[in-house]
């Protein structure tokens, strides 16, 4: 079976500068990985996702993940953060042999200070 | 744009109520997914199903059940609800099993049980 470990719960950092969410994943398998971003009082939103290919991801907001298969991570970064990141941030991974059904870390909440 | 829609954003319920929770898509999406969120556990998979008239259990199915009797509708039942099911209860729905499918969240239902 696979799971999903986020290595914080809780990161602050002050606007305009750089953060980086750490999410670790067990599997046997070939996995897909994805971020997921939740605003307060708002559903979960894919942020990004590796389905193969270029192991860098890039979302629209300038979030970028590195797939390390060596290292089973898939670690989220962004090099200057707003005060609209404040959020809680989700990795999840799917498997071939769960139905791709997304199985999902416990979470990492990003609050960003003036 | 999509949508998919919970139908009470907030509840307070009594201790041994009967509590539907229910959510509905305009997608027509095959699947449709209840999961729970927890604070340091992240989303729970309850129960999914893939079709009309379709159930299956997900992770933590003890004490729930659920009703797909039209496909743009899933309903959580909470039989008898208890006090260790106060949560925030998140619907999903996806075209297809696959990873290149993404996941649609509901805003989410916060259920206090007293």
């Known amino acids: 079976a696979q799971s999903v470990t986020q290595l914080d719960s809780q990161v602050p950092v002050f606007e305009e500068a750089p953060v980086e969410l750490r999410c670790n994943y067990s599997s046997s398998v070939s996995v897909y990985l994805f971020w997921y971003v939740q605003y307060p009082n708002q559903g979960l939103q894919l942020l990004l996702k590796?389905?193969?290919?270029?192991?860098l991801v890039e979302s629209i907001n300038g979030f970028e993940a590195e797939f390390n298969k060596s290292q089973t991570s898939f670690h989220l970064r962004k090099p200057s953060v707003h005060i609209s990141d404040t959020a809680e941030y989700f990795c999840a991974v799917s498997v071939p042999s769960n139905d791709y059904k997304l199985s999902f870390g416990a979470g990492t909440t990003v609050t960003v200070r003036a | 744009d999509v949508k998919v829609t919970q139908s009470s954003r907030y509840l307070v319920k009594r201790t041994g109520e009967k509590v539907f929770l229910e959510c509905v898509q305009d997608m027509d999406h095959e699947n449709m997914f209840w999961y729970r969120q927890d604070p340091g556990l992240g989303l729970r998979l309850i129960y999914f199903s893939y079709d009309v008239k379709m159930k299956e259990k997900g992770d933590i199915p003890e004490g729930y059940s659920v009703s797909r009797e039209k496909k743009e509708r899933f309903s959580l039942i909470l039989e008898s609800a208890s006090t260790n099911q106060t949560s925030m209860y998140l619907c999903?729905?996806?075209?297809?099993?696959?990873?290149?499918?993404?996941?649609?969240f509901g805003s989410g239902t916060r259920l206090t049980v007293v």
């Open positions: 590796y389905l193969s290919g270029s192991t």
């Open positions: 999903a729905s996806s075209q297809y099993r696959g990873p290149n499918y993404g996941y649609t």
